[in-house]
């Protein structure tokens, strides 16, 4: 974690790796921002889900449903209902998070066997052996278009790893569209100011974990849609000058310098396809809302 923050603070624009920001608090953060009136995306996917989920289970096919980054685990209900799978293996990067989404689904559908895996899956190469996956064919799930977290090159790595992991099985994706500035911008900062406590927990976290001192009142949110690039840039603006020690190393912030907390890359239907097919994936399917907000693609490994 520390090599990876003195790299992040290295480079210009300063930036910091998307998946510190779920820590337990970080992540209870996170499942309020998806409540708030301003973010559409997590209500329009559960009700894409819950529309299409017989239609999605079928061309699924029988297996384990393996979700990639669980979080609270609340959009794979329907597919678990529908399908009725071998099994459903939960990924994500917070222990504590994955153990309390992975118990009240198992409450839900207590007929399907769970399986939480606390890991980081953007850099996981393969599950881990267990017998709930023994010849079992994998289906994979990666909704609230988590993969803008990741720029272009990233995501093709992302999605080429998708693929081995699956040894052949499709993947259900979930990716937001390009929207007016304004929708986007106001989604990302919210009224009530989650999304920036979100963002600030990141400082908080760093000066529990490696004993760093920033000052989090010293820097102002900032979620900037940014057209050039179909994306949002979250960042946490310095307020002055002023340096921030980590692990005895001096690191210094000019007056109105961001520090990166993340990307939300947005990818229409065409872009979409042009990606996932440079990761090896073939586009077999796409269910979206009325007002093509967002849209769910049903993926399988290229011949």
Request: hydrophobic share 40%.
């Given at each position: 974690?520390?090599k990876?923050?003195?790299?992040g603070l290295?480079?210009?624009p ?7 920001l ?9 499942d309020?921002?998806?409540e708030?009136?301003?973010y559409r ?28 980054g ?7 209900g329907?597919l678990l ?7 459903y ?9 994955l153990?309390?989404a992975?118990?009240?689904?198992q409450?839900?559908h207590p007929?399907?066997?769970?399986l ?5 899956h ?10 709930l996956?023994n010849?079992?064919?994998?289906l994979g799930f ?8 990741f720029?272009r090159?990233e ?7 998708f693929?081995?992991?699956l040894?052949?099985?499709?993947l ?8 007016p ?5 106001a ?9 920036a406590a ?5 400082l908080?976290?760093?000066?529990r974990?490696?004993n760093a001192?920033?000052?989090?009142d010293?820097?102002?949110y900032?979620?900037q ?11 946490l ?15 210094s ?8 907390t993340?990307y ?9 396809k042009?990606l ?26 290229a011949?």
């Amino acid at each position: 974690m520390l090599k990876l923050v003195q790299a992040g603070l290295g480079c210009h624009p300063k930036q910091l790796p998307a998946w510190l920001l779920y820590d337990a608090e970080g992540s209870r953060l996170f499942d309020q921002i998806c409540e708030q009136p301003e973010y559409r995306l997590t209500r329009t996917e559960i009700a894409l889900l819950e529309q299409h989920a017989d239609a999605i289970a079928a061309a699924l096919g029988p297996g384990v449903i393996v979700e990639f980054g669980a979080g609270s685990a609340r959009k794979v209900g329907p597919l678990l209902t529908a399908l009725q799978p071998a099994a459903y293996v939960a990924l994500d990067i917070s222990a504590n998070h994955l153990s309390q989404a992975t118990q009240a689904l198992q409450q839900l559908h207590p007929q399907v066997p769970m399986l939480g895996i606390c890991c980081d899956h953007s850099q996981l190469k393969a599950l881990p052996p267990d017998p709930l996956l023994n010849n079992q064919r994998r289906l994979g799930f990666f909704p609230g278009s988590s993969l803008g977290n990741f720029n272009r090159t990233e995501a093709v790595q992302l999605l080429t790893r998708f693929r081995h992991i699956l040894d052949g099985g499709p993947l259900l994706l979930g990716l937001d569209h390009p929207k007016p500035a304004s929708i986007v911008e106001a989604a990302y900062d919210d009224a009530a100011g989650v999304s920036a406590a979100f963002a600030r927990n990141l400082l908080h976290r760093l000066n529990r974990d490696l004993n760093a001192d920033f000052q989090p009142d010293q820097f102002i949110y900032r979620a900037q849609w940014q057209p050039e690039h179909n994306r949002v840039e979250m960042a946490l603006v310095s307020r002055c000058e002023q340096s921030v020690t980590i692990a005895n190393q001096s690191w210094s912030f000019r007056a109105r310098e961001p520090l990166v907390t993340e990307y939300s890359l947005k990818y229409n239907p065409a872009m979409t396809k042009t990606l996932t097919a440079a990761a090896g994936w073939r586009m077999l399917d796409r269910w979206h809302d009325p007002d093509e907000s967002l849209s769910l693609y049903l993926l399988t490994a290229a011949e």
